[in-house]
């Protein structure tokens, strides 16, 4: 969820430091695919599509439910440690946070 901190693009250096800390663990065992941590949505541009007309809306989204901060591709042994994974993340930047896991499709042909 964004606040007045995550839409000016900040994190603290605690956080900071120890967000890579959690990261250079990962890739050292081997689990951390790719990282990637996404501009505020002040930064941001919706794109509106309707009857093929598109309308270009510039951010913030206030209106917006869900926001994507980032996100990771990390190759785990399944759910249970990828939610031990994410707690860690949880306990660093705290407050209120939401974090989807979402299972890479093996069956997909795409």
């Not at 309707?50 to 901060?69: C, Q, W």
């Amino acid at each position: 969820k964004a606040d007045a901190a995550t839409e000016a693009g900040g994190r603290s250096a605690q956080q900071k430091a120890a967000i890579a800390a959690v990261q250079a663990d990962m890739k050292k065992a081997g689990v951390l695919v790719r990282s990637t941590r996404l501009q505020p949505s002040a930064k941001a541009k919706r794109l509106v599509f309707t009857n093929n007309n598109l309308r270009v809306l510039d951010g913030p989204f206030a209106e917006s439910k869900e926001l994507i901060g980032g996100f990771a591709v990390m190759d785990l042994s399944g759910t249970d440690e990828a939610i031990e994974v994410c707690k860690r993340y949880a306990e660093i930047l705290g407050g209120t946070l939401e974090i989807d896991l979402r299972l890479v499709d093996t069956d997909a042909t795409e």
